[in-house]
């Protein structure tokens, strides 16, 4: 695989335990947000994302919170399988920037059996 | 299926030898881009491209052309490749302006020696 997560943080957590990947973000004027998973050797895949006129947005075994008075993203994934064993980056955007995209350094996350 | 491909999927080259990796979908997409991702760094945006003949700038365009002549295909010109473009290249794609679900190809790695 593509080794490009040498030296991201790194949470481990048990098989059927919750997740939580917690994520900076750095402009506060950024107003859409996203999460995404990157599996070994795979280019990144769309998680979920959520607007800054919300604090909360579930998808399927996953939720994304947005505290915006501190400029803080979490992804939480519920009942964590080995199959979510990944790199997970946040992104942001900004009002009339929604042609790019500013990624986060990522965090590993390793599911252990 | 609907999917993103680039290639080559690995490039070995020398210093100044111009290269191109191109890039298709398969969506009818209006957007497009090119990142560059390397250790510790996350993804960083080369160039995108909104639709066919536009195309502009992200945060590290220096050392890169593209162009957007047919609206599946967005090739990523090298003209004088240097070491420091080493790293592993994704091409992404999404359907208007929603650039946060984006579908990413599987990567190039391209090293310059």
């Known amino acids: 695989g593509e080794s490009v997560g040498l030296h991201l943080p790194t949470l481990s957590v048990q098989e059927g335990d919750n997740s939580i990947i917690n994520c900076a973000y750095s402009n506060s004027a950024s107003d859409y947000f996203i999460w995404y998973k990157q599996e070994s050797g795979k280019g990144p895949q769309f998680i979920i994302d959520?607007?800054?006129?919300?604090d909360k947005r579930q998808g399927q075994r996953v939720t994304v919170l947005l505290n915006k008075t501190v400029k803080h993203l979490s992804l939480q994934i519920a009942a964590t399988q080995p199959g979510d064993s990944a790199v997970y980056f946040c992104?942001?955007?900004?009002?009339?920037?929604?042609?790019?995209?500013?990624f986060g350094a990522g965090t590993r996350l390793a599911v252990h059996p | 299926e609907a999917q993103v491909t680039q290639n080559p999927r690995y490039l070995i080259t020398v210093t100044g030898k111009k290269l191109t990796v191109t890039c298709s979908q398969n969506?009818?997409?209006?957007?497009m881009s090119w990142y560059r991702q390397d250790p510790g760094l996350g993804l960083r945006q080369i160039y995108y491209?909104?639709?066919?003949?536009?195309?502009d700038k992200g945060d590290v365009p220096e050392g890169y052309k593209v162009s957007r002549k047919e609206k599946r295909n967005f090739p990523l010109i090298l003209e004088s490749p240097s070491p420091n473009q080493t790293s592993l290249y994704f091409c992404?794609?999404?359907?208007?302006?929603?650039?946060?679900?984006?579908?990413f190809g599987p990567g190039t790695r391209l090293t310059v020696t």
């Open positions: 491209s909104m639709n066919v003949e536009v195309t």
């Open positions: 969506m009818n997409h209006e957007y």
């Open positions: 992404a794609s999404s359907l208007g302006r929603n650039v946060g679900e984006q579908y």
């Open positions: 959520i607007r800054s006129n919300m």
């Open positions: 992104a942001e955007t900004t009002p009339g920037g929604y042609n790019k995209l500013i």
